[in-house]
């Protein structure tokens, strides 16, 4: 049986689309294993150019070939409409958005356009940037429906480690009646460190010189991140349909380190906890600075350590740990949202046969 081919379409060649192609090239056994061929049909990035082929890039050759000026500040839509044009006219009948742009976490923009412009296009989509389920999750997962086509973003929280598709794919049927976790790794690393008297700004620097910050820590000491991702999982969980400007956020500065020794010194330990409780509009979303008791999974996380408690019916709550972060672990959820289209579009292609 001939390999299934699927044409990937990039936008955002950074770190994790970078990482992203090279993983795709150790996972070569995998995907021989179960008939994947993903190729990469084009790349659009906002200062280093694109390239476009039908028939497929050569994934060393693709930094070199990127040429023009690129999408800037604005959106890529036009890149993705005329890709997908492209590889219909080419006959290509599986076509992927793989999203990895930089988010706008005041808009969530870029990526909600491209997201559209590829569901439009006949193209599913993975994506590990927060901005299309943190501000547009309901209205994207119906033009994604109507479409007959995925929308998939695992990545978006605790990197590659599953927490969307746990839920999806392994608890058919459960109620889940709200969510807690510490889901920043720098303020979880920041809080740590100011726990055992490190100053403030010396704990911000390591982890910016380690690259886990943003360029411009505030959007994690802010408790921006952490909003995004709790705006991501009320969406998809409690159908808050909400957006990060919605939810009570509090952050971390040089003034918590008294708090945090302070609730150290009592045995209790002091955590940024992104939570989500109730339903759809009624949903109460927030990112807080909660003193845990010490035998609360969530207090025993150091350093850049993260988890998420999901309170469900009728599995109760149910803890997962991500130990060790890394781009290799964000390259690996889009991996994965890769094969559940792979196994989705073998399932469509034996019904074909069956009709
Ligand atoms: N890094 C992580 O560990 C991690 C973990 C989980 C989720 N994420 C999310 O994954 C996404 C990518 O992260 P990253 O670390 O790879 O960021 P990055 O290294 O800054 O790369 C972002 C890429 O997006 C491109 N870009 C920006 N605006 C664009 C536009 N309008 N059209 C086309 N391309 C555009 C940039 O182009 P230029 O190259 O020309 O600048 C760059 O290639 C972000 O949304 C981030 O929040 C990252």
Redesign the pocket.
Known sequence: VAPLRIALIL???????RRFVTLLQEMQPALAAIGVEPVIAGV?????GSVFSATGLDPARIADRLTGP??GQ???APFITDALARLRQADVEARVLVE????DVRTGQ?AIDHVRAALAGGADVIT????PVAFAYRGLSDEARRAGRAFLFE??VM?GVPVFNLVRETMPGVAIRGFRGVVNSTTNFVLTALEQGEPFGDAVARMQEAGVAEADPSLDLDGWDAAAKAAALANVWLDADTTPLAVAREGISAATAARAIDARARGRRLKLVASGTGQGPEADIRVALVELASDDPLAMLDGQANAIEVDTWPLGRIVVTQRDGG?EK?AYALFADLMTLAQRAGIRSIDRSLQ
């Open positions: 936008v955002g060649f950074g770190h994790v689309g659009t990035t906002a200062r280093h690129g999408a604005a959106s890529s990895t742009t930089t988010l870029p590990a940037n927060k901005g990545g978006a990197d781009l964000t």
